[in-house]
């Protein structure tokens, strides 16, 4: 067992926190750091490139990179179609409709699933590459140990004392130059010795070294029976800095160096998910010989400056005190009952660096695990899951000035619509295009798994909101004609797979489910196929409602606009139970303990548009006693959700509780607990990690301050007593407004200048009246919101149950102004009176 001592003297100088590096300040404490090294994968931190993902465990003794590329999965270009669905789809829905549910389900299982001679079909897994390992002769005894992620520079670094030399790793994956750097250096010259090797679990590798590299040949995914035909190479190349270099079997050591930097390079035979005929040895080396050529000083300042582009967009400030001289796990296991403001600004923008790290474009959209996974076979495959997961990945991209990220997303909606396609013809017979609740890098459709989560025809709906919302925020109609088609595709398979169900003759979705949730017991998971679930109605709605305002915004497909309205028309009203709250299933079968991980019937709520405390106030209240009912801890991706759920609900105190729910420490040796959270590197735990949490809550803390979805530009609708003074800068709106500065005291807004990108009329709604910075007044607002960015259709009357007992929404009452803004111009707003 390694022996090692931390001197909180260093530390703390080189955190910045004494006097020998000058005082705070809100840059310096964008470090996640730790005193000793990670004992298990989930302590270790993230690097990455969008394309390439490494884990740095920070061990004196022995370094452990544990590596990813984004294309290295299981499997091989396919479609998971099963024609026969369609035979029995008919019969599937009779059942239903004599509420013959359980029956429905298991035909559903029986006829309308593929199969492989596996069983059921459950996609293909994303897979680890494997390790680097660099082995340090003597450093079992460190002292004065150190390690850190700097969010202002994307690098990990690590640094601790062995007889009275200080050695220190510095790890990027680098943005620009496509490879991982790790640098060694030391405080005396001559001292870098080290041996460094690879491995890996992947069954099909091979592994050499000569001269001044190591090489891992491999190809992904062949184990008991799940082929596999993505090849990979892993080429690593060490450059010395003086000393002697010598080659021993697959291993390479380095004896006496002053310095040493590696550099690992990665490729695959991947082209698209139709296309695998790429050479992945010329691609890894390719990049190797581009790097040698820059050299490390180079590669460092590059990336740098690529990844502050993104990150330094935004800003936000909550305060600092004396917790952040604590190290970040005990921060986390701290924070429910410290004063520690900042960390959920760290955590703000860890979620950040993390999109900027795991999805660029040009690549693939971030996973379950975004780009960072050490198993063949991880949970869930570290797929898409596309009934809230990958979507939530995604709620950050807009809103916190990263729509660069939002990209890989895009592109993968576009290419499952094209699959999507021919499983809407080949299984339901019908136009458009479907996706089920899951796919892979292969961009299957079809549905996975087994019927009661897999029956979800309703994927291409949530995917087209994406569409639509980065329209919202750009107002590039050029975006939006070349998107346009997709969204209608998605539009016509509701319109040509929905029915009618027999009673009211409302058009419904069947089969289908809310998201994973039963409601009736049925081991093993119980029956969740249905029709006209609460979620299935908003989310055709949206769709209907949105590729409206898309072809009215090109001026097209007027008679398709007509199809769209009739059809919209004919959905069901949304319904409040007999509990008070919004259902979640056609029928009031809602049960007040239910305390499912999916809130699926709010999607109403957020991400979209339906219910306003303003403009639907009945269904605001029912909304409210739904999440009430669901209750606060759960699953970390779900607490995420919760968090911007709350902010709509213009509660903040309510969302600051999720979020220390959600920031609470598990699976550590600080700590007993096991469950719902936060591991000690900040990522979410579901348990086990998945990092839609990190992102849902990224979301959440910038829907607490800034609001854009319901016809007007919300300042601070959700502060929580806790962050009574802050600042803020960066955030994005609809209508392509950003925040250029936003200062408060008191919960009160001090400064705020706003930069219109598009023009247009900006209504600016605060709970505190307002005036321009120069003490001139503003013009109240009146009437609808002209600008067409912030159009919203009026959500249906809803359907009340005799036996709900609603309440006043009890949110504050606004202010309104409508200000007229020119492109490129920006406004300044303060407090009315604090001239």
């Known amino acids: 067992m390694n022996r090692i001592k931390t001197n909180f003297l260093t530390v703390f100088c080189i955190l910045g926190f004494l006097s020998c590096e000058g005082p705070i300040s809100v840059d310096n404490n964008l470090r996640l750091w730790y005193n000793t090294p990670a004992s298990k994968w989930d302590e270790a931190l993230p690097v990455g490139n969008g394309r390439l993902g490494a884990m740095v465990f920070g061990n004196p003794a022995q370094e452990r990179l544990q590596l990813n590329e984004e294309t290295v999965w299981a499997g091989q270009p396919n479609d998971n179609n099963y024609p026969e669905a369609k035979k029995h789809l008919s019969e599937v829905r009779n059942l239903m409709f004599q509420g013959k549910f359980r029956e429905a389900q298991d035909l559903v299982d029986a006829k309308m699933f593929p199969r492989t001679g596996l069983g059921f079909n459950h996609g293909m897994p994303y897979q680890t590459v494997g390790d680097l390992n660099i082995a340090f002769p003597g450093h079992e005894s460190a002292e004065d140990y150190y390690r850190d992620l700097d969010l202002n520079t994307a690098i990990a670094t690590t640094t601790y004392t062995v007889d009275g030399v200080r050695y220190t790793r510095e790890v990027f994956s680098a943005f620009t130059g496509q490879l991982i750097v790790v640098r060694l250096t030391a ?23 000569s001269g001044d590299e190591i090489v891992l040949s491999g190809t992904a995914g062949n184990f008991e029976s799940l082929e596999g035909k993505v090849k990979f190479k892993a080429q690593v190349k060490i450059i010395p800095q003086k000393g002697t270099l010598s080659v021993e079997g697959e291993k390479i050591s380095v004896d006496g160096a002053d310095s040493a930097t590696l550099y690992i390079s990665i490729a695959s035979n991947f082209v698209n998910y139709r296309d695998l005929s790429d050479d992945e040895s010329e691609k890894a080396q390719k990049i190797l010989d581009a790097a040698s050529k820059k050299g490390f000083t180079q590669l460092r300042k590059e990336h ?17 005190t004396d917790s952040v001289k604590k190290p970040t796990d005990v921060r986390i296991l701290e924070f429910a009952t410290a004063n520690d403001p900042q960390l959920a600004a760290l955590y703000f923008q860890f979620g950040r660096y993390l999109l900027i790290s795991c999805s660029q474009p040009g ?23 596309t009934n809230i997961n990958v979507e939530m990945n995604y709620w950050p991209a807009e809103m916190t000035n990263l729509a660069e990220m939002h990209e890989p997303f895009i592109k993968m909606i576009r290419e499952v619509a094209e699959t999507g396609a021919v499983t809407a013809k080949e299984m339901y017979g019908v136009r458009g295009w479907v996706l089920h609740h899951n796919t892979d890098i292969w961009r299957v459709t079809a549905p996975v798994d087994y019927a009661a989560p897999g029956m979800w025809p309703s994927g291409q709906a949530w995917f087209s909101e994406h569409l639509w919302e980065r329209y919202l925020y750009s107002g590039d109609r050029d975006y939006l004609a070349d998107i346009y088609p997709v969204m209608k595709g998605a539009a016509e398979f509701y319109l040509d797979f929905m029915v009618e169900e027999p009673v009211d003759r409302y058009l419904v979705v069947a089969p289908s489910n809310s998201p994973e949730n039963n409601f009736q017991p049925y081991p093993p998971h119980g029956v969740t196929n249905t029709y006209g679930v609460t979620m299935d109605t908003e989310l055709a709605f949206e769709l209907f409602s949105n590729t409206i305002s898309a072809a009215n915004a090109l001026g097209i497909d007027d008679k398709f606009v007509d199809t769209l309205k009739i059809a919209r028309s004919k959905l069901p009203p949304l319904k409040i139970g007999r509990h008070s709250q919004l259902q979640e299933w056609f029928f009031d079968w809602d049960n007040p303990d239910d305390h499912h991980r999916h809130v699926s019937p709010l999607y109403g709520l957020y991400p979209s548009y339906m219910i306003s405390p303003y403009r639907t106030p009945e269904l605001f209240d029912a909304a409210r006693t739904f999440l009430n009912y669901r209750g606060d801890p759960a ?16 509660d903040g105190n309510r969302a600051y509780k999720l979020i220390k729910e959600q920031l609470r420490l598990c699976y550590h040796r600080l700590t007993v607990y096991r469950g719902g959270g936060t591991y000690a590197n900040m990522f979410d735990s579901h348990p086990p990690f998945q990092i839609d949490g990190n992102f849902g809550c990224t979301a959440g803390i910038a829907e607490m301050l800034l609001q854009s979805y319901d016809r007007a530009v919300h300042v601070l609708p959700a502060l929580p007593d806790v962050w009574s003074c802050g600042s803020v800068r960066g955030l994005r709106t609809r209508g392509g407004f950003t925040v250029s500065s936003l200062e408060w005291e008191e919960g009160n807004i001090k400064a705020l200048r706003i930069k219109s990108t598009l ?12 005036v321009f910075a120069d003490g001139s007044e503003l013009k109240r607002a009146e009437g609808e919101n002209p600008n067409v960015f912030f159009y919203v259709p009026e959500t249906p009357e809803p359907l009340v149950s005799g036996e709900a007992k609603l309440k006043d929404t009890g949110v504050k009452p606004v202010f309104e102004y409508d200000i007229q803004t020119d492109p490129g111009k920006e406004y300044g707003f303060t407090l009315a009176g604090s001239q």
């Not at 005396?188 to 070294?209: C, D, H, M, N, R």
Request: hydrophobic fraction near 35%; aromatic fraction near 14%.
């Open 187 to 209: 405080s005396q010259t001559g001292k870098i010795s080290f041996s460094s090797w690879l491995t890996s679990p992947q069954k099909k590798a091979e592994f050499s070294a």
């Open 304 to 320: 740098v400056n690529y990844y502050r582009r993104y990150f330094d967009r935004v800003s936000l400030d909550l305060g600092v």
């Open 363 to 385: 690549g693939q959209p971030a996973n379950l695990q975004g780009i960072w996974n050490e198993h063949l076979m991880p949970p869930w495959g570290s797929k898409y899951t």
């Open 635 to 650: 699953t970390g991706w779900s607490m995420g959700w919760k968090v911007c759920l709350w902010a709509r609900l213009q």
């Open 759 to 770: 023009g247009g009329n900006l209504r600016l709604r605060s709970c505190v009246p307002l």
